[in-house]
């Protein structure tokens, strides 16, 4: 047994650990209680089986790709910053990106994984025209819209819960360059950053960054980011088409103490980022595709900075209709505790496209906290409002929230469960996700 | 063929061969992948079309089978550029301890094969007067330990082959690079207990020797820190080193 932990090191659980070398070994490996991992990064219990973890990251291969329409057939262990390195110098990127690089195409899938372009392009599982799945009985087999398609579409968002995902075909985006055209808008409070954000739904990228330790008139303020993929034609002279995607030079060595991160750093590390981004504000620039989509991937290792019990991030998302007094709210209760942190992230979404998929349209807003004191409880009350808001929590990030929570977000969660067992019928394939939320007990 | 340049990888279906292999198509080199198993390089092959669009040749090779070695070397479509040795068998010390057949079986895998085959392209090379040989050694090979004295002293063979190749071949304009790479994470070492901060992937080491190929560098310890370890190691006095259990 190995201690398994997800992204954020909580909770940190014992599992066995396989690393399967051939799709044989995968079926070998499937027994009581496995579950399939890509790269680790989902934050909380998604990706550790509840007796035994299944590591894809050695399936790495791509099978074929046909340049003339983007078509690509990959394994599954395939990492999203492999795909950016090996075909975005030959113009083509994912369609969706989430905010690291450093997750699977499997792990992509399975949880449906959203970009800053979900509010008009969709998710990550919109762009997968098939998938090659071992089911929990043994069967391997080829799902798609038109194949399998109940397979399929729970499978795409299904947190792995419907089996190991081995293969997938995809199609990548054509680009002309890896630059990306940033605007920055800086927007006062709640209101000036979702009137942005309603503003740029015509953008194909857009994000806020949101001060959440602001209070008051200052509560909610933001800074917005626009972005389009940016032409040939308006690079500077003598740039590449495609940037060079750099190691990260910076890391976090060690854990730092759990006091590293207080109100008095938060507070200050806020307001410094917030007056820096609002002097950019105004017009409009040209930046490589990795620090745009993926700024925090240029620090490795940068869950440390929480210290070693680790941290939780809180994703929910709020429908249209309710979103802005509900948001306010949660900002306001997120303030007056001070501790969350660097990365507050407000976001529009679109439909989502599998039976379990996170997105809804609505307000999506992303919270980090530092796992100490009472933060559990504080948590449970802010789901209070999610819920009575109609909204949910996002299962990748998740490792606490109750199953009273999940059941009243994700009202197709019946319809999920029928065709997992009617793939699974033994339930071989569980996480400690799945235990603590949707298995039978 | 094409104008491109060409690596052969010895051991293409090792996951240090496979990275290698990768590196090389990355930078536009076409790749020929060569292994017992002809069979079990095509998704690699389909993987490197794929990514890099250039050419790849499969070609079976044994490195037991020396009798063949002169058949393979002339049986090459064309005479590539780069030729890189990652074959070799890590073995389990305890058997071969007592079992001569699995310590003969180390032995040749690491030192004579990998030897002879990288010594025959080197004829093939100074003849043309151009190429690059890359030999996949060990941090193993720069002092016997209790613990792995079989492989290690292969190793060490094919490091001092290598580094008398070198000395040799530079005055024909052929580099001859010892590349020692220290613990990594592959199917050799599942399973082994591997000290994290000396433990690299292996695109690691695959981009180390495409770099050192490229650098004209002799020896590559593939992390810094393994130069410095094995300079420790090597010089403990006997008396102490005997005592280590390591």
């Known amino acids: 047994m190995t201690l398994v932990s997800g992204w954020g090191r909580f909770p940190v659980v014992d599992s066995d650990v396989l690393r399967p070398r051939s799709f044989a070994a995968v079926g070998e490996a499937v027994s009581a209680g496995t579950v399939a991992r890509g790269n680790g990064r989902a934050y909380g219990d998604a990706a550790i089986g509840a007796t035994r973890t299944v590591t894809m990251t050695g399936f790495d291969r791509v099978r074929s790709f046909d340049p003339a329409t983007g078509r690509i057939r990959l394994e599954a262990g395939v990492l999203l910053s492999d795909l950016i390195d090996t075909f975005g110098s030959r113009g083509f990127l994912p369609f969706v990106v989430p905010g690291t690089r450093f997750v699977s195409v499997g792990g992509a899938i399975a949880a449906d994984v959203h970009g800053k372009n979900h509010h008009c392009e969709g998710g990550f599982g919109r762009y997968v025209d098939s998938l090659l799945l071992r089911t929990g009985q043994g069967e391997v087999i080829e799902v798609s819209r038109e194949q399998n398609s109940d397979a399929f579409f729970a499978t795409v968002g299904g947190m792995g819960l419907t089996g190991i995902i081995l293969e997938a075909t995809m199609r990548l985006r054509r680009v002309e360059t890896g630059w990306i055209r940033e605007r920055v808008i800086s927007a006062s409070d709640l209101d000036a950053a979702m009137r942005a954000l309603e503003a740029g739904d015509a953008a194909t990228y857009s994000v806020a960054w949101i001060d959440c330790v602001a209070r008051g008139r200052d509560l909610g303020r933001s800074l917005i980011y626009l972005g389009e993929h940016a032409g040939r034609g308006e690079l500077a002279g003598g740039a590449d088409a495609f940037p060079v995607g750099k190691e990260s030079r910076l890391s976090v060595p060690v854990d730092l103490p759990s006091m590293a991160l207080n109100r008095t750093s938060v507070r200050a590390f806020n307001e410094l980022y917030y007056r820096m981004g609002a002097r950019r504000a105004g017009g409009s620039h040209v930046v490589s595709l990795y620090p745009y989509f993926f700024p925090l991937d240029s620090v490795g290792a940068w869950n440390r900075i929480y210290g070693k019990r680790g941290f939780l991030q809180h994703q929910c998302v709020i429908p249209q209709a309710g979103a802005r007094a509900v948001l306010g709210e949660i900002l306001d209760c997120v303030a007056r505790r001070g501790d969350a942190s660097f990365l507050a992230v407000l976001k529009k979404l679109g439909q989502g496209d599998g039976i379990l998929s996170f997105p809804l349209p609505g307000y999506t807003l992303a919270l980090d906290f530092p796992v100490k004191g009472d933060i559990l409880n504080f948590l449970d009350e802010i789901d209070r409002l999610v819920v009575a808001a109609g909204g949910r929590l996002y299962l990748a990030k998740d490792a606490r929230q109750s199953r009273a929570t999940f059941t009243a977000g994700y009202p197709a969660l019946q319809r999920f469960n029928a065709i997992r067992k009617s793939l699974d019928p033994a339930g071989n394939i569980r996480s400690k996700l799945s235990q603590r939320l949707f298995d039978e007990v | ?246």
């Open chain 2, 1 to 246: 063929m094409t104008s491109r340049k060409s690596v052969l990888v010895l051991g293409g279906s090792s996951d240090i061969g496979r990275a290698a292999a990768r590196a090389f198509a990355k930078a536009g080199y076409d790749v020929g992948l060569a292994g017992r198993d002809v069979a079990t390089l095509e998704p690699d092959a389909a993987d490197l079309r794929a990514r890099y669009a250039i050419d790849v040749g499969l070609y079976k090779f044994d490195v037991l089978d020396t009798a063949a070695f002169a058949g393979f070397v002339s049986g090459l479509p064309a005479l590539p550029d780069v030729v890189v040795s990652i074959v070799g068998l890590l073995g389990v010390q305890e058997n071969a301890e007592s079992d001569l057949a699995h310590a003969t079986a180390i032995m040749r895998s690491n030192y004579e094969g990998p030897s002879l085959i990288l010594g025959l392209f080197a004829e093939k090379f100074l003849g043309r007067g151009s190429g690059a040989l890359v030999g996949v050694s060990s941090v193993a090979g720069d002092r016997g330990r209790a613990s792995n004295y079989v492989y290690g002293s292969a190793k060490a063979g094919f490091s001092a082959f290598l580094s008398g190749l070198r000395a040799r071949a530079s005055r024909g304009g052929v580099h001859v690079v010892t590349v020692k790479p220290g613990f990594v994470r592959t199917k050799m070492t599942d399973g082994m207990k591997l000290i994290g901060p000396l433990t690299v992937e292996a695109p690691v080491v695959g981009d180390a020797i495409l770099r050192a190929v490229e650098n004209k560098t002799d020896v590559v310890y593939v992390s810094g820190k393994w130069r410095l370890v094995m300079l420790i190691i090597k010089t403990l006095p006997e008396a102490v080193f005997k005592k280590l259990k390591f």
